[in-house]
């Protein structure tokens, strides 16, 4: 079942414009600019709720075992306990201690969303 897919709300306008240049166009930017619109209507289509698509990777920042806590609503004992299983990507052990990445840590929350929970 496919569900309806809201184009760029300047699609038809754009398509227009290209087709009125065209004649004054080298065969390659026609085809660059047809798929550009291409990959504007699939990210449309493929998104959910017309989320954008993320962007590159930011700088992430390494957090403790009290604001992991927080997020996950676990215990610390639990924290590492699965880190120590490897259930959790975005832990990292450096010697005795382990840290924990941000962005992995937002990313993993993300792929769990409507998963059980511990």
């Given at each position: ?16 414009a ?6 004054t ?8 600019e047809?798929e550009a619109l ?7 289509a493929t ?6 698509a993320?962007?590159p990777p930011?700088p ?6 009290t604001t ?5 609503g676990v ?6 306990r699965?880190a120590?299983n ?10 005795r201690?382990?840290v924990?990445d941000?962005?992995?840590?937002h ?10 929970r511990w």
């Amino acid at each position: 079942m496919t569900r309806p897919v809201a184009p760029p709300s300047d699609l038809a306008a754009t398509l227009h414009a290209l087709a009125d240049r065209v004649d004054t166009l080298d065969p390659a930017q026609v085809v660059g600019e047809l798929e550009a619109l291409k990959f504007q209507v699939w990210t449309a289509a493929t998104m959910p709720n017309g989320l954008r698509a993320p962007g590159p990777p930011g700088p992430s920042r390494a957090l403790d075992i009290t604001t992991v806590q927080e997020r996950l609503g676990v215990s610390k004992g639990k924290i590492y306990r699965l880190a120590r299983n490897g259930e959790l990507p975005f832990a990292r052990r450096i010697g005795r201690r382990v840290v924990f990445d941000e962005a992995g840590l937002h990313r993993w929350l993300e792929r769990r969303t409507g998963q059980r929970r511990w």
